[in-house]
């Protein structure tokens, strides 16, 4: 089945850190936009990072750059988002999705993607 799947979530106290997995199967990520997306209780879906696995470029958005890291191991098809200094504002369901042939001028708009959307991962960043 081609498919991407995410998992790593969890509860974490305000300044923790968590690595967010994307992985693929059915098919090899090469060529593709990664995103990932979140969205909070009654909030839009918001883009968060993006990596395009052609050239390793990334992009992320202005609220996660210097905390959050988006990375690709081609060995096991995943990419991941390492998520640094959590804040309460990070708690969110994340999602990660895929679009050829990559991330894409407007990679943070979920219009730029093709409805394709997995189950996700909860975040939930409290003390």
């Known amino acids: 089945q081609v498919q991407l799947v995410e998992s790593g979530g969890g509860l974490v106290q305000p300044g923790g850190s968590l690595r967010l997995s994307c992985a693929a199967s059915g098919f090899t990520l090469n060529f593709y936009g990664v995103g990932w997306f979140r969205q909070a209780p009654g909030k839009g879906r918001e883009g968060v990072s993006c990596i395009s696995t052609s050239d390793g470029s990334t992009y992320y958005a202005d609220s996660v750059k210097g905390r959050f890291t988006i990375s690709r191991d081609n060995a096991k098809n995943t990419v991941y988002l390492q998520v640094n200094s959590l804040k309460p504002e990070d708690t969110a369901v994340y999602y990660c999705?895929?679009?050829?042939?990559?991330?894409?001028?407007?990679?943070?708009?979920?219009?730029?993607?093709?409805?394709?959307w997995g189950q996700g991962t909860q975040v939930t960043v409290s003390s």
């Open positions: 999705i895929r679009r050829r042939p990559s991330c894409g001028t407007r990679w943070y708009s979920t219009s730029s993607w093709p409805p394709n």
